[in-house]
Protein backbone atom coordinates (compact mmCIF):
# COMPACT_ATOMS: atom_id res chain seq x y z
CA UNK A 1 0.00 0.00 0.00
CA UNK A 2 1.73 3.27 -1.14
CA UNK A 3 -0.81 5.63 0.45
CA UNK A 4 -3.02 5.45 3.48
CA UNK A 5 -5.24 7.71 4.74
CA UNK A 6 -6.69 8.38 7.91
CA UNK A 7 -8.51 11.50 9.99
CA UNK A 8 -12.64 11.78 8.60
CA UNK A 9 -15.54 11.58 10.52
CA UNK A 10 -18.60 13.11 11.51
CA UNK A 11 -18.83 16.87 12.60
CA UNK A 12 -21.03 19.70 13.42
CA UNK A 13 -21.06 22.71 10.79
CA UNK A 14 -18.28 25.81 11.79
CA UNK A 15 -16.15 22.10 13.11
CA UNK A 16 -12.60 21.10 12.19
CA UNK A 17 -11.21 18.00 11.28
CA UNK A 18 -7.97 16.92 10.01
CA UNK A 19 -6.85 14.23 6.98
CA UNK A 20 -3.81 12.42 7.23
CA UNK A 21 -2.38 11.23 3.97
CA UNK A 22 1.24 9.05 4.68
CA UNK A 23 3.14 8.17 1.63
CA UNK A 24 5.40 4.82 1.60
CA UNK A 25 9.21 4.94 2.23
CA UNK A 26 9.05 3.44 -1.50
CA UNK A 27 7.74 6.32 -3.38
CA UNK A 28 8.07 9.21 -1.17
CA UNK A 29 11.49 10.73 -2.06
CA UNK A 30 9.94 10.86 -6.18
CA UNK A 31 6.63 12.56 -5.54
CA UNK A 32 6.49 15.66 -7.41
CA UNK A 33 2.83 16.56 -5.46
CA UNK A 34 0.38 15.25 -3.11
CA UNK A 35 -3.10 16.21 -4.28
CA UNK A 36 -6.34 15.76 -2.49
CA UNK A 37 -9.92 15.11 -4.27
CA UNK A 38 -13.04 14.98 -2.42
CA UNK A 39 -16.46 13.27 -4.23
CA UNK A 40 -20.02 14.07 -2.84
CA UNK A 41 -22.73 11.33 -3.50
CA UNK A 42 -23.99 12.02 -6.76
CA UNK A 43 -21.25 14.43 -8.09
CA UNK A 44 -18.08 14.16 -9.87
CA UNK A 45 -14.53 14.07 -8.02
CA UNK A 46 -13.06 17.73 -7.90
CA UNK A 47 -9.54 18.90 -6.69
CA UNK A 48 -9.31 20.37 -3.28
CA UNK A 49 -5.89 21.49 -2.90
CA UNK A 50 -2.80 20.38 -4.26
CA UNK A 51 1.06 20.61 -2.00
CA UNK A 52 4.28 20.01 -4.77
CA UNK A 53 7.57 18.26 -3.58
CA UNK A 54 8.87 21.76 -3.10
CA UNK A 55 6.23 23.24 -0.47
CA UNK A 56 4.05 24.99 -2.88
CA UNK A 57 0.44 25.10 -2.58
CA UNK A 58 -2.87 25.90 -4.62
CA UNK A 59 -6.14 25.61 -3.20
CA UNK A 60 -9.50 25.19 -4.73
CA UNK A 61 -11.41 28.70 -4.71
CA UNK A 62 -14.70 26.83 -2.09
CA UNK A 63 -11.50 25.80 0.35
CA UNK A 64 -9.72 29.01 0.13
CA UNK A 65 -8.93 30.76 3.82
CA UNK A 66 -10.86 27.83 5.27
CA UNK A 67 -8.06 24.55 4.46
CA UNK A 68 -4.83 24.59 4.77
CA UNK A 69 -1.69 21.86 3.96
CA UNK A 70 1.22 20.96 5.82
CA UNK A 71 3.42 17.91 5.81
CA UNK A 72 5.63 16.48 8.05
CA UNK A 73 9.06 14.60 6.59
CA UNK A 74 12.02 12.87 7.79
CA UNK A 75 13.84 10.09 6.88
CA UNK A 76 11.68 7.20 7.32
CA UNK A 77 7.96 8.99 6.69
CA UNK A 78 6.34 11.39 4.46
CA UNK A 79 2.86 12.75 5.84
CA UNK A 80 0.83 15.37 4.30
CA UNK A 81 -2.52 16.92 6.30
CA UNK A 82 -5.35 18.63 5.03
CA UNK A 83 -6.06 20.91 7.65
CA UNK A 84 -10.21 21.68 7.68
CA UNK A 85 -11.50 24.89 9.34
CA UNK A 86 -15.15 26.39 9.23
CA UNK A 87 -16.71 23.01 7.75
CA UNK A 88 -20.07 23.15 6.31
CA UNK A 89 -22.65 20.56 4.97
CA UNK A 90 -21.55 21.04 1.19
CA UNK A 91 -18.02 19.49 2.33
CA UNK A 92 -19.38 15.90 3.27
CA UNK A 93 -17.68 14.07 1.10
CA UNK A 94 -15.48 11.13 0.17
CA UNK A 95 -12.01 12.47 0.52
CA UNK A 96 -9.34 11.13 -1.68
CA UNK A 97 -5.48 11.44 -1.32
CA UNK A 98 -3.06 10.77 -4.52
CA UNK A 99 0.42 11.19 -5.20
CA UNK A 100 2.01 11.74 -8.65
CA UNK A 101 5.54 11.82 -9.27
CA UNK A 102 8.14 9.52 -11.36
CA UNK A 103 9.97 6.52 -10.98
CA UNK A 104 13.91 7.73 -10.77
CA UNK A 105 15.43 4.82 -12.24
CA UNK A 106 12.52 3.56 -14.41
CA UNK A 107 11.51 7.00 -15.42
CA UNK A 108 7.83 5.59 -15.01
CA UNK A 109 5.52 7.84 -13.82
CA UNK A 110 3.01 6.79 -11.34
CA UNK A 111 -0.33 7.96 -10.31
CA UNK A 112 -1.29 6.67 -6.36
CA UNK A 113 -4.45 7.04 -4.85
CA UNK A 114 -4.90 6.36 -1.38
CA UNK A 115 -8.49 4.47 0.26
CA UNK A 116 -10.89 7.38 0.93
CA UNK A 117 -11.91 8.76 4.09
CA UNK A 118 -15.75 9.85 4.55
CA UNK A 119 -16.01 13.04 5.74
CA UNK A 120 -19.44 14.02 7.37
CA UNK A 121 -20.54 17.81 8.39
CA UNK A 122 -23.82 17.41 10.06
CA UNK A 123 -25.68 18.87 13.08
Known amino acids: VQLVESGGGLVQPGGSLRLSCAAS?????????INWYRQAPGKQRELVAS?????????ADFVKRRFTLTRHSNDHSLTVYLNMNSLKPEDTAVYYC???????????????WGQGTQVTVSQ
Open 98 to 112: NAEGQDARSAIEFDY
Open 25 to 33: RSIFDNISA
Open 51 to 59: MTSAGNTNY
